[in-house]
């Protein structure tokens, strides 16, 4: 069964580093997102991405963050200068529709 | 305010023993409610989408309804591998997006041999 794939699935970084998470979605799906999720708290939506452009993107999703699709295959969340608050569960979704979202395994960042 | 709410928090029921988990909804123009399962440490796990009101989606021992301000999922029979935390999401149409998903806290439930 198709799935999304992310890298890594764990990481450790300082306050202040960049950080680069990765995403492969599902390959025929047209839709990507990304959502967070602080240990304990509710999954919230950060950006959609449709046709090589941000299509929503929520107020978490601010200047710190950006997305991008660098090549056919990979989608990657780019999070500048973090913070200690920044420490969550990040999931990347695709969906061929808007219909089906699947979300992959999640990668956890610890800043540190 | 939330505009998700999902109850209870936490079920705990014996192997067996049917119940039904609940989802109440404040957006208007709903274009979809979805239902997930989430393991601990793990991403969420599509179930079904509901899009209107009286539709109902059943998978496994589990059934999913929608009315107009709530969905409801149906545990029948529940085995201990249904053990997880379940998630409820909204997703509405505004400004010609496709729509992001609201979710709600989630519902653990544990379910005991």
């Known amino acids: 069964e198709p799935e999304v794939t992310q890298t890594p699935s764990h990481q450790v970084t300082q306050m202040g580093q960049e950080v680069i998470l990765r995403c492969v979605p599902i390959?025929?799906?047209?839709?990507f997102y990304w959502y967070r999720q602080i240990l304990g708290q509710k999954v919230e939506f950060l950006v959609s991405?449709?046709?090589?452009?941000?299509?929503?993107k929520s107020e978490i999703f601010d200047d710190q963050f950006s997305v991008e699709r660098p090549d056919g295959s990979n989608f990657t969340l780019k999070i500048r200068s973090t913070k200690l608050e920044d420490s969550a569960m990040y999931f990347c979704?695709?969906?061929?529709?808007?219909?089906?979202?699947?979300f992959g395994e999640g990668s956890w960042l610890t800043v540190v | 305010e939330d505009q998700v709410t999902q109850s209870p928090e936490a079920l705990r029921l014996q192997e067996g023993e049917s119940s039904s988990l609940n989802c109440s909804y404040t957006?208007?123009?709903?274009?979809?409610l979805f239902w997930y399962r989430q393991d601990p440490g793990k991403g969420p796990e599509f179930l079904f989408t509901?899009?209107?009101a009286g539709e109902e989606k059943e998978k496994e021992r589990l059934k999913a309804t929608l009315t107009k301000k709530e969905s409801f999922l149906h545990i029948t029979a529940p085995k201990p591998e249904d053990s997880a935390t379940y998630l409820c999401?909204?997703?509405?149409?505004?400004?010609?997006?496709?729509?992001?998903?609201?979710f709600g806290k989630g519902t653990k439930l544990s379910v005991k041999p």
């Open positions: 957006v208007s123009g709903l274009r979809g």
């Open positions: 999401a909204v997703q509405y149409l505004y400004g010609g997006s496709q729509g992001n998903l609201i």
């Open positions: 390959s025929n799906h047209l839709y």
């Open positions: 509901l899009y209107s």
């Open positions: 979704a695709s969906s061929e529709s808007s219909n089906t979202i699947y």
């Open positions: 991405f449709y046709n090589n452009e941000i299509s929503e």
